[in-house]
């Protein structure tokens, strides 16, 4: 089983829906991760949460919002989704102990 | 990482060649230097990584090279095999709040 498990893994849905994307990990990491890749631009950070009540904007955080259920569950949520937010998104964690981060398979959201 | 447009860099060889793949960063200030590798349909994968106190470190196959004076990466790639083809990001930060700012990739191929 993967260490970091998004669901659902790929989603398509209209312009104005509320869409909510899971993460869950095995790792045991304190610190979680939602990254976005779009082609030409590599990830861009939208959100970080260093433990369960901790939670941090990035560089990219307008448009959506996150919540850290569980020290292992971290979902992102589109409030009302629209065409531009069609993107690869990525789970991520980490170790304080450790800079490398841990990626989950990607969730391709399609807004229409 | 460093804005290089919207098209993605593109690198091919010849199986059993070395590779070498390049990154700028922006920050003069950066410590820590990440490489992964993301082969298609999914997550990013690390590498090798380096802290600023350091020029050179090698790993299997690979070897991460920094140059802080022109705050410039690569990564090298012994004996590239066809397993190698994917998305190569290089990615930075600073400090103890640990965020990464990731290039926007390179493409590797590797032709049989």
């Known amino acids: 089983d993967a260490d970091v498990t998004q669901t659902p893994r790929n989603r398509i849905t209209k312009t104005g829906k509320r869409i909510m994307l899971e993460c869950s990990q095995t790792k045991g990491h304190d610190r979680m991760y939602w990254y976005r890749q779009d082609p030409g631009l590599g990830l861009r950070l939208i959100y970080y949460s260093f433990d369960v009540k901790d939670i941090n904007k990035g560089e990219i955080s307008d448009g959506y919002s996150v919540s850290r259920q569980a020290q292992a569950k971290f979902s992102l949520s589109l409030e009302s989704a629209i065409p531009n937010q069609t993107a690869l998104y990525f789970c991520a964690t980490s170790d304080p102990d450790r800079d490398e981060l841990f990626f989950g398979e990607g969730s391709r959201l399609t807004v229409l | 990482g460093e804005s290089v447009g919207l098209h993605l860099p593109t690198l091919s060889v010849q199986e059993g060649d070395n590779s070498i793949i390049n990154c700028a960063y922006s920050?003069?200030?950066?410590?820590?230097f990440i490489w992964y590798k993301q082969e298609s349909g999914k997550g990013p994968q690390f590498i090798i990584d380096?802290?600023?106190?350091?020029d050179k470190r090698q790993g299997q196959r690979v070897t991460v090279l920094l140059n802080k004076t022109v705050k410039h990466l690569s990564l090298q790639i012994a004996a590239t095999q066809p397993g190698d083809s994917a998305v190569y990001f290089c990615?930075?930060?600073?400090?103890?709040?640990?965020?990464?700012?990731f290039g926007k990739g390179t493409l590797l191929t590797v032709n049989p």
């Open positions: 380096i802290r600023s106190n350091m």
């Open positions: 920050n003069s200030a950066s410590d820590y």
């Open positions: 990615a930075d930060s600073r400090g103890s709040n640990y965020k990464l700012t």
